[in-house]
């Protein structure tokens, strides 16, 4: 809370911004490219906040009044200086029911031309939560012992609006499991993925999902 309005974060489109409540409107703070804030501290005019992006962890970063960002300090630089992370490709795929849904694809690294391999969808916690750009150290690790790693945003989630996260409410594993195995259509789909080495994972709400597919479809190896 602050003389000029009330600061606050909130997810839209897979991505944390920065906002402010003021006289009845919401203005987003943070432009598109800003890394996913994870938390911040506003006074005087001066926002402080960690972020960061689907390749590196979070460093820290001002936002001065006039609307200038700058990285302050970034505790991993050294370390990352000496590591390989590649950028997901954002795939947007049509669920059940013709909705629209977004994920990112991490390829192997190092892929061979006309070789094929095997491929983990990952399903998030939650489901009230959200995959987006945030830096992912498994996602990361799988992709350089040469899977590839699928990763969405099924109805459920945070990010696209309140009906969207209602979708799921006393229907876990209905249309939400429809949606993942749509995600695996398109998976498959991909010339390099092996369908006969598909994997699935996932933690709390993820994880129940892993148990209901496994259950449902004798697809994942």
Same mark, same amino acid.
């Given at each position: 809370?602050?003389?000029?309005?009330?600061?606050?974060?909130?997810?839209?489109?897979?991505?944390?911004?920065?906002?402010?409540?003021?006289?009845?409107?919401?203005?987003?703070?943070?432009?598109?490219?800003?890394?996913?804030?994870?938390?911040?501290?506003?006074?005087?005019?001066?926002?402080?906040?960690?972020?960061?992006?689907?390749?590196?962890?979070?460093?820290?970063?001002?936002?001065?009044?006039?609307?200038?960002?700058?990285?302050?300090?970034? *505790?991993?630089?050294?370390?990352?200086?000496?590591?390989?992370?590649?950028?997901?490709?954002?795939?947007?795929?049509?669920?059940?029911?013709?909705?629209?849904?977004?994920?990112?694809?991490?390829? *192997?690294?190092?892929?061979?031309?006309?070789?094929?391999?095997?491929?983990?969808?990952?399903?998030?916690?939650?489901?009230?939560?959200?995959?987006?750009?945030?830096?992912?150290?498994?996602?990361?690790?799988?992709?350089?012992?040469?899977?590839?790693?699928?990763?969405?945003?099924?109805?459920?989630?945070?990010?696209?609006?309140?009906?969207?996260?209602?979708?799921?409410?006393?229907?876990?594993?209905?249309?939400?499991?429809?949606?993942?195995?749509?995600?695996?259509?398109?998976?498959?789909?991909?010339?390099?993925?092996?369908?006969?080495?598909?994997?699935?994972?996932?933690?709390?709400?993820?994880?129940?999902?892993?148990?209901?597919?496994?259950?449902?479809?004798?697809?994942?190896?």
């Amino acid at each position: 809370w602050a003389e000029e309005g009330i600061y606050f974060i909130a997810t839209r489109a897979a991505r944390t911004r920065l906002y402010r409540h003021r006289d009845g409107e919401i203005v987003e703070l943070t432009p598109e490219e800003t890394p996913s804030i994870a938390g911040f501290t506003h006074q005087a005019g001066h926002t402080a906040f960690v972020a960061g992006t689907a390749t590196a962890p979070d460093a820290l970063y001002v936002r001065e009044a006039d609307g200038t960002t700058r990285k302050l300090y970034d *505790p991993n630089a050294e370390l990352f200086a000496g590591l390989e992370t590649q950028e997901p490709e954002h795939i947007a795929f049509t669920g059940e029911d013709g909705l629209d849904l977004e994920g990112w694809v991490l390829k *192997p690294f190092d892929m061979e031309p006309g070789k094929r391999y095997p491929l983990i969808l990952y399903i998030h916690g939650g489901p009230h939560t959200a995959y987006g750009h945030n830096f992912m150290h498994e996602f990361q690790m799988l992709a350089a012992a040469g899977f590839g790693v699928f990763y969405t945003n099924p109805r459920g989630g945070t990010g696209y609006g309140q009906a969207f996260r209602a979708m799921v409410r006393q229907d876990f594993g209905g249309n939400d499991y429809k949606d993942l195995m749509r995600a695996t259509d398109v998976a498959v789909s991909w010339d390099w993925v092996d369908s006969e080495r598909l994997g699935v994972a996932g933690g709390s709400y993820g994880g129940y999902m892993v148990n209901w597919m496994i259950a449902h479809r004798d697809w994942f190896a």
